[in-house]
């Protein structure tokens, strides 16, 4: 009998097969008493060093098979297996409790993942599941127990699990997976970033019953929205195999015309470009349509390391890319980075709201070195070819604005004056994404050559809403009139002054926000790489004169779900 599952979509696409139950072995743990702190401490250390061995292969493997983004996690995790507090707990419970090393690892994993699943935010709680990882793997090598003890079926088949840490999902062979359904975990959580770079359907927090699943059942998984169909019908089946049919046969038309320009029914051609953080991001945007790269973020650059990159080191990074895109466009976003990311060699303090703290332009006053030593490394990696356009974040008024075209303009006069060639022409721009940056618009356009429009924080900041709560995270819908209102004010203020204007949140990729940012006069889109077949394909059946009707009419409606709706029924 069919029977139907609902969570929360991670992934889109469909899967349809047989269902494959991950359950990993427990581990019993022998607790020993009146053991040596010393010799225990001892086995710690080997075994952090293995398993920093052990992440450090894990994140070159994720970063050439998946992404440079997807592999910090593992990053994350380095950072968290050489935390001081982290350390110094384990041997306090050593020297003070005298028991193993593997009941020390255990109480100290225990009491940091509880401190992290007590806090009101759904990042940090799905944060706790790194820590239990970490735990797991180091307890595995104390006990000699290998961590990827499980074989998939020959099939491929669905994965059904209670939660995937980032290893378990990063060591299931690509080719042997269909889809992957947790019963905990949220639409932020490494199971769903992964599996949408992997390009698997995803659904989780889908509450399925154990005791009623054998490995091997038929089901339908649809990632889309986030439903598992168990033993689902003969008339079922064939309805998701012709959806599914349908699927592919539409993303291999997409991508046999991904490398055309975007341009509307009615003439005008929209540039559409890519979001990358790294080299090789930056080669697979190019097999997928980008035309050029609309932010390059530059934060990976500073993570899992204990001193600042050098000058030399960035600018390598940067001439990779740049000879990667060639003479397309690529913007490049500053160091943003703030106190919520391990980075302690740049001197951060505790904040009680690290994204509304001390972090990106706002660092610029006391550490005037870190923006003006990356603005020489861009300047020295780029050729005579390079179209080379730098982007500052996070600003909220004129004064930043000008103190970081002072460091631009500085950096750029000593290179000069080490007789060391830097590039006639850069474009020099800002990201919208606090409010008061929109608001002015029209007098910060004076000071800049583009914007750059941050829907992500934009929405988040002038709604209120902490996107990484999921108790709150549905407000925030950059379809909210007032969001779209933003958006309007910040294109109008640049075109009046004869500024560009591109956007790099998520909804630059959303079909459903094409003709709205079409409307409003958008001159380009950037966005996940995978995206970028699909909003090229709907940019040319739009009409842009049509658009701007469209607009004008969802910026006068009162709440995002009258938006969406209107933009449904018209789409």
Known sequence: MSKVYQG????TGLAIGPVWLYRPATIQIVRKNNCDPSIEWQRCQSALAKANEQLEQLHQRTSETIGAAEAEIFEAHQMI??????????????????????????????????MLLALDSTYFQERAQDVLDIGHRLIHILMGVPTD???LPEKPVIILAEDLSPSDTVQFPRNKILGICTQKGGPTSHTAILSRSLGVPAAVSVPFDWETIQNGQMAILDGAVGSLLLNPSPDQQKTANQRQTAQQTEWEHLL???????????????????????????????????????????????????????????????????????????????LDIGGDKAVPYIGFEEEANPFLGWRAIRMADNQPDLLRIQFR????????????????PMISNADEIKMARNLLNQAKQELQNEKIDTPETVQFGIMVEIPAAAIQARELADLVDFFSIGTNDLTQYALAVDRTNERVA???????????????????????????????????????????LLGLGLDEFSMAAS?????????????????????????????????????????
């Open 8 to 11: 929360i979509s991670a992934s």
């Open 81 to 114: 297996l050489s935390d001081p507090d982290f350390l110094e707990t384990i041997q306090t419970n050593l020297n003070t409790q005298t028991y193993n090393a593997e009941i020390a690892i255990q109480d100290s994993v225990n009491t940091y993942a509880n």
């Open 149 to 151: 003890s499980f074989e």
């Open 256 to 334: 046999k015309h991904a490398a055309e320009p975007a341009n509307t029914s009615d003439g005008k051609t929209i540039e559409v470009v890519a979001n990358i953080g790294s080299a090789d991001d930056a080669r697979h945007a190019l097999t997928l349509g980008a035309e050029g790269v609309g932010l390059l973020r530059t934060e990976f650059l500073y993570l899992n390391r204990e001193s600042m990159p050098t000058e030399a080191e960035q600018t390598q990074v940067y001439r990779e890319i740049f000879e990667i895109m060639g003479n397309r466009p690529v913007v490049v976003r500053t």
């Open 377 to 392: 490394a861009l300047l020295r990696a780029a050729s005579a070819e390079t179209d080379l356009r730098i982007m500052i």
């Open 474 to 516: 549905h407000l925030a819908s950059p379809f909210h009139p007032a969001v779209l209102r933003l958006i309007r004010m910040t294109i109008e203020g640049a075109h009046v002054k004869g500024k560009w204007v591109g956007l790099c949140g998520e909804m630059a990729g959303d079909p459903l926000a094409a003709p709205v």
């Open 531 to 571: 995206s970028i077949p699909g909003l090229k394909e709907t940019i040319r059946q739009l009409d842009s004169q049509q658009c701007k009707d469209v607009a004008n009419t969802v910026c006068e409606l009162l709440t995002a779900q009258d938006v969406k709706a209107y933009l449904q029924k018209l789409l």
